[in-house]
């Protein structure tokens, strides 16, 4: 097991937004979480990756680490992420004036010193940014420019994957990446995407919509609503939310 | 992990406000001609000094403390404050630094500058400044062989008086502002630079400000000359111990640039900023102005203003000669309640003249952040050409910045570009750089290089570790 959920609530201001949900991941697994909005998708993400704002307040959120699962809440989200937890944001941050190259380098390296494989200097970073930034149909000079600032939306979310590209991570939430882009945009995000799928590799997508899964062929697909998870099934459960709508799930 | 927190709690305090237990020679409170004449003959200086003094005194008394900067503070009492203070153990007269009283030395050496023959940094030389005097300066012998002069400002009137009388007040006459006349008047030292033509001053050249006793303000006086075709790296770093009242630094500095000359002049200042609550700190006031004298030649005031309650300073540029330029990199940081008023002013009077501006402030806390800065083209100034950026960045949602670029232009070949923006480093920031893998201290440190690198790059080497390090510790504690 990957991750472990048990029953999880967690609270933003106070205000309780998951209340007992429950999700296993395995490695190599897809997984897709839809929901109408205000259901707690994006708080899920949030709460994983470890946003100060967001207070996990019962339940289980267990990540395996050397073989072990440990109390996810015990870490600081740069700790999280360097035991390979990525969360691509539904909205990136601006970072003027530090360069995506440097914010990348730095980042890399990062992982590496706390992994324990060697750390890149500038020139083999960029050789090996190369072929990464072709995967997500990057061009070079996004690399001179600040971190996401003055990006499109489709931009951002390209950064996004050719940051998760980048660091390799086990575990990947991919946060409304799907929302706000063009077919085209959506296609190189997808095709990103399904390069990074791999044995040992997780991929939560949390989508609101379906289109995305026309894509990227999920193994399962669970529904979130009223912060739990309410069904889960396999593929064929999307196109029956795209048909239906999520009133026969939700409605009792 | 302990390890983690000792680094955090030695963070959280100003490690040199610690204060030297020495004898000292000090005038009582009070500003009048007869505490100028004490100065004078203290010092015993030529008649032509003590003339100066009396009539920048004479004009001091006729002006009004300055009121445009975006500043308050409580009334300074000039007649409560005592305009000179020695350490004993110098009355003496001028000793080897090796026979320097040893509470010096550790002070110094405390600080990080060593001044012993056998610890001395190489390849810097120091005069290291205490309260109002200057109590030693480094390698003057090495500089001497190749015709430099540095020195006290005190002991230059006298071995080297006919230079400090040519320049001394030529870039800064005693007239040009309150704080101005009131150092012409009661300037007790300072160092003295004189490179001579044709020479590359082989060493960087320092002077360490350092304010020891209390009620004491501190008026020091900086004078460079770079002779034709020479070149100088002038470093300067201001300390001071921790006190509930304020005190008054009004300093002045006046570079000047001949034919082909160039003068780099750069500053950290890290005098005390006052505690949590605002008490106390120092209120700093201060002129800066370099002359570029002749064709061609080049000066740049590169500083990082991290202390100080109040500081009010302008370096500038007057471009005389044709070709010549001027620069100006500021990074200034203000935290809890510090106020600043820094920026710079440059004057285009030659032909071609060109002038490049880069302005970061960072304000956090309580604090108050302006950059104030004229851009003069003067009607003789064909083909000038400036550039300027003025930016901010907030942390936290209780700090101002504000920005006042005056232009005045006069030549209508003028080329001038002003860039200005305003950012913050937010928690979402600060989240997506974490959740990337770097924790708290790389991602301030990656969002403060990002935004002040191109004043940074400015700096020499170990200033520029030195302040990069002082404006990240300033700022881990603001954010986190």
């Given amino acids: ?252 | 992990m302990s390890e983690k927190a000792q680094s955090q709690t030695e963070r959280g305090e100003y490690k040199y406000g610690f204060h030297t237990d020495i004898e000292a020679i000090s005038f009582g409170k009070g500003l009048n001609e007869e505490i100028i004449r004490k100065i004078s003959a203290r010092k015993n200086e030529p008649q032509w000094l003590l003339d100066y003094r009396l009539k920048a005194f004479a004009h001091w008394q006729t002006l009004e403390e300055p009121t445009w900067a975006d500043l308050s503070y409580e009334p300074i009492h000039y007649q409560d404050i005592s305009y000179y203070s020695e350490p004993k153990s110098q009355k003496e007269g001028p000793k080897s630094l090796d026979e320097l009283d040893p509470e010096l030395l550790k002070t110094f050496e405390r600080l990080g500058i060593p001044l012993g023959e056998q610890k001395r940094i190489s390849g810097v030389a120091v005069d290291a400044v205490f309260d109002s005097v200057s109590v030693g300066t480094t390698h003057t012998e090495e500089l001497k062989k190749y015709g430099v002069i540095f020195c006290s400002i005190s002991e230059a009137v006298h071995e080297h008086g006919e230079l400090v009388k040519r320049y001394l007040g030529s870039v800064v006459p005693y007239k040009d502002n309150f704080f101005a006349a009131l150092n012409a008047a009661v300037f007790s030292d300072g160092s003295f630079v004189y490179v001579p033509k044709g020479v590359h001053c082989p060493i960087d050249l320092s002077t360490y400000f350092r304010i020891n006793a209390q009620d004491t303000g501190q008026f020091e006086r900086t004078l460079v000359v770079a002779d034709e075709g020479s070149f100088v790296n002038y470093l300067e770093g201001c300390t001071a111990p921790q006190r509930d009242e304020n005190q008054l630094h009004a300093a002045i500095v006046e570079l000047i640039a001949l034919q082909d000359a160039e003068i780099k002049y750069s500053t950290v200042q890290n005098w005390y900023t006052g505690d949590k609550e605002g008490k106390g700190g120092i209120y700093n006031f201060v002129t800066k102005r370099g002359l570029c004298k002749g064709k061609r030649s080049k000066i740049s005031w590169t500083q990082v203003e991290s202390g100080s309650a109040i500081t009010w300073k302008y370096p500038s540029c007057i471009l005389q000669g044709d070709y010549s330029q001027g620069a100006f990199y500021s990074v200034a940081l203000t935290h809890d309640f510090m106020q600043a008023d820094t920026g710079t002013k440059m004057i285009h009077v030659g032909k071609n003249t060109k002038s490049t501006i880069i302005s970061k402030g960072i304000s956090s806390g309580q604090s108050k952040n302006n950059y104030r800065g004229l851009v003069k083209i003067l009607p003789g100034a064909e083909g000038a050409r400036n550039y300027s950026q003025c930016d901010s960045m907030l942390v936290g949602e209780q700090c101002a910045a504000n920005t006042y670029p005056y232009l005045e232009v006069k030549n209508k070949s003028a080329v001038i570009e002003h860039e200005a923006t305003t950012s913050r480093i937010s928690a979402d920031q600060l989240f997506y750089l974490q959740s990337r893998g770097m924790d708290m201290e790389e991602s301030i440190s990656l969002l403060v290089n990002g935004f002040c690198k191109e004043v940074f790059k400015e700096l020499p080497l170990e200033f520029s570790v030195e302040a990069v390090k002082l404006i990240e510790m300033k700022l881990e504690n603001s954010v986190g």
Wanted: no cysteine; proline share 5%; glycine share 8%.
């Fill in chain 1, 1 to 252: 097991m990957l991750l472990n959920i048990k029953n999880l609530h967690a609270s933003v201001d106070e205000k309780p937004v998951l209340k007992g949900l429950d999700l296993q991941v395995q490695p190599g697994e897809v997984h897709a979480i839809m929901g109408p909005n205000g259901s707690g998708k994006s708080t899920l993400s949030k709460v994983v990756a470890g946003h100060p704002d967001y207070e996990v307040t019962e339940g289980k959120l267990e990540y395996e680490i050397n073989f072990k699962m440990k109390d996810l809440t015990e870490l600081d989200p740069d700790e999280r992420a360097k035991e390979g937890i990525f969360m691509a944001f539904q909205y990136p941050v601006e970072v003027p004036g530090v360069s995506n190259f440097e914010f990348l380098h730095a980042s890399y390296n990062a992982m590496a010193r706390h992994q324990g494989f060697p750390e890149m200097d500038d020139a083999t970073f960029r050789n090996f940014l190369d072929g990464k930034m072709e995967q997500v149909k990057m061009r070079k000079e996004f690399l001179d420019r600040g971190v996401n600032s003055g990006f499109s939306g489709g931009e951002k979310k390209r950064n996004e994957i050719l940051q998760m590209a980048v660091l390799s991570p086990r575990l990947a939430f991919l946060d409304e990446t799907d929302s706000g882009l063009d077919i085209d945009a959506l296609k190189v995000v997808a095709d990103g995407v399904n390069s990074l799928r791999s044995e040992e590799r997780a991929i939560v997508l949390v989508t609101h919509y379906q289109r995305l899964l026309d894509y990227i062929k999920p193994d399962f697909v669970h529904v979130l609503a009223n912060g739990k998870i309410v069904k889960s099934g396999g593929p064929e459960l999307a196109l029956k939310l795209e048909e239906e709508g999520y009133d026969w799930i939700i409605k009792p």
